[in-house]
């Protein structure tokens, strides 16, 4: 005696399982490039969103806080504990360490000892980073690594130093 169909001799049944083999498969796969889409969209897959921002100077000299904007402007809180008050006479920030694009202020920035201070800029202009001869500009998040370049004078013996320090900053 010969089947009705083709289902009862094992034939159809075949080609059931590899749909149904290929359909549950086919959604576990959608599901984990729904997963890996939005965690590259939280930034998991971006370097730069496990970088920490630095801010570091030589001895005597102490970053408290630093940020970045977008149009590349630089503000710093740095706090100063040489041995004697200091008037800061210029200050400069740099992919390169050099003392091009300084700021220069004309009656100077005095810091006591042990005091710090936020630096920006001056009335006139603000203290931006610079990547060659062109102003640094990122995206939120964007790295920049350089320089922050200090020029000051030693109030009481009248002394000029040049410090530098290094920066990696975050675009904010």
């Not at 599901?31 to 920490?52: C, D, M, Q, R």
């Not at 350089?146 to 900053?169: A, R």
């Amino acid at each position: 005696m010969e089947p009705a169909n083709a289902m009862e001799n094992g034939r159809g049944t075949k080609g059931q399982s590899a749909m149904e083999y290929l359909i549950t498969y086919g959604w576990a796969i959608l599901i984990i490039a729904i997963a890996l889409g939005v965690l590259f969209e939280l930034g998991l897959f971006n370097p730069s969103s496990f970088v920490s921002t630095s801010c570091i100077f030589p001895a005597d000299f102490s970053c408290i806080f630093s940020t970045l904007s977008t149009s590349g402007m630089l503000t710093i809180n740095m706090q100063q504990s040489t041995s004697a008050p200091i008037n800061i006479t210029a200050i400069g920030c740099n992919s390169n360490d050099s003392l091009s694009h300084m700021i220069y202020f004309p009656n100077g920035i005095d810091v006591q000892i042990g005091s710090n201070v936020t630096i920006t800029g001056n009335s006139t202009t603000t203290l931006q980073c610079w990547t060659g001869n062109t102003v640094f500009a990122g995206k939120p998040g964007a790295l920049f690594r350089g320089y922050v370049i200090i020029n000051y004078t030693d109030i009481q013996t009248g002394f000029p130093h040049t410090i530098s320090g290094t920066v990696l900053e975050k675009v904010t």
